[in-house]
T-cell receptor, first 109, second 116 residues
């Protein structure tokens, strides 16, 4: 079993939709939880960062962590075509991160 | 602007050839990483280095070697390339002393390697 599981999609939604992306994990020692966004032919860039259970909001993006269920989510409100990218969850401790497989999202006008 | 750069951006080579991928950074970070990305498998750690004198194997180090020539430079070598090493390779850096975003990693643009 992988330490981090993420559905690779692809996910296709119309502009304006609410998008929900999810990851599950097995290692209860993970302390940091992140979402990276990767555009085609680019390196991943950090989108959201949290180290506690609960919700964190930044504009149209909300990251949710449930440590008791070992489950994290990223919600995108009012999705835009510019949100079309691959979204990777990442989690770990002080020394290294474990990445999910990435979910490819396409937002069509 | 402080950045992570990788050379070459694309490379096609033949089985058995020795290949070196190079990474340079101007962020002043001590920690550097090499990952490979394959469809459906995400990013997998090959090697990482926490300072110039420190080299550590990652999840999939077999068939690869690295050299940390300076704080700013970290190279990945494939001693004898094989077709299943065809992948997208990323270098990343991090600063363990950053406030509020410990362990955030900054990625280069990637090198697309094809082994025929």
């Amino acid at each position: 079993q992988k330490e981090v599981e993420q559905d690779p999609g692809p996910l296709s939604v119309p502009e304006g939709a609410i998008v929900s992306l999810n990851c599950t994990y097995s290692n209860s020692a993970f302390q940091y939880f992140m979402w990276y966004r990767q555009y085609s032919r680019k390196g991943p860039e950090l989108l959201m960062y949290t180290y506690s259970s609960g919700n964190k909001e930044d504009g149209r993006f909300t990251a949710q962590v449930d440590k008791s269920s070992k489950y994290i989510s990223l919600f995108i409100r009012d999705s835009q075509p510019s949100d079309s990218a691959t979204y990777l969850c990442a989690m770990g401790g002080y020394n290294k991160l474990i990445f999910g497989a990435g979910t490819r999202l396409a937002v069509h006008p | 602007d402080a950045d992570v750069t990788q050379t070459p951006r694309n490379r096609i080579t033949k089985t058995g050839k020795r290949i070196m991928l190079e990474c340079s950074q101007t962020k002043g970070h001590d920690r550097m990483y090499w990952y490979r990305q394959d469809p459906g498998l995400g990013l997998r750690l090959i090697y990482y280095s926490f300072d110039v004198k420190d080299i550590n194997k990652g999840e999939i180090s077999d068939g690869y070697s690295v050299s940390r020539q300076a704080q700013a430079k970290f190279s990945l070598s494939l001693e004898s390339a094989i077709p299943n090493q065809t992948a997208l390779y990323f270098c990343a850096t991090s600063d363990p002393n950053s406030r509020g975003r410990d362990n955030e990693q900054f990625f280069g643009p990637g090198t697309r390697l094809t082994v025929l």
